[in-house]
């Protein structure tokens, strides 16, 4: 009989580094996150978080994911300025600006 560790299939792996603040912060998460993709892309880029070191509870996405009139989702980072927009040079945007 299987346990419980061997039905899940999602899992998460937390990364802890340095930054001035939480903007500095946001900068590298993304850059980490971007990075890791590229190198795996079974990785979901949409998924990861940030929070303040030892403080899993608070965390914030690290990326926008809002959904647009496709069901693309925005790539952008959370909290962007302007229009959303989803994967890839060129690819469709959406919203009202800000
Ligand atoms: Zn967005």
């Given at each position: 009989m299987p346990s419980d560790d061997d039905l899940c299939r999602g899992y998460t792996v937390h990364i802890t580094f340095e930054a001035r603040d939480v903007t500095e912060a946001r900068d590298r998460a993304v850059m980490y996150a971007e990075a890791l993709c590229l190198l795996r892309?079974?990785?979901?880029?949409?998924?990861t978080r940030l929070s303040p070191?030892?403080?899993?509870?608070r965390t914030e996405p690290t990326f926008c994911g809002q959904e647009g009139p496709e069901g693309e989702l925005c790539?952008?980072?959370?909290?962007?300025?302007g229009f959303h927009s989803g994967p890839g040079l060129g690819s469709l945007s959406w919203g009202e600006g800000i």
């Amino acid at each position: 009989m299987p346990s419980d560790d061997d039905l899940c299939r999602g899992y998460t792996v937390h990364i802890t580094f340095e930054a001035r603040d939480v903007t500095e912060a946001r900068d590298r998460a993304v850059m980490y996150a971007e990075a890791l993709c590229l190198l795996r892309p079974e990785v979901s880029l949409l998924d990861t978080r940030l929070s303040p070191a030892e403080v899993w509870h608070r965390t914030e996405p690290t990326f926008c994911g809002q959904e647009g009139p496709e069901g693309e989702l925005c790539t952008d980072v959370h909290r962007h300025p302007g229009f959303h927009s989803g994967p890839g040079l060129g690819s469709l945007s959406w919203g009202e600006g800000i």
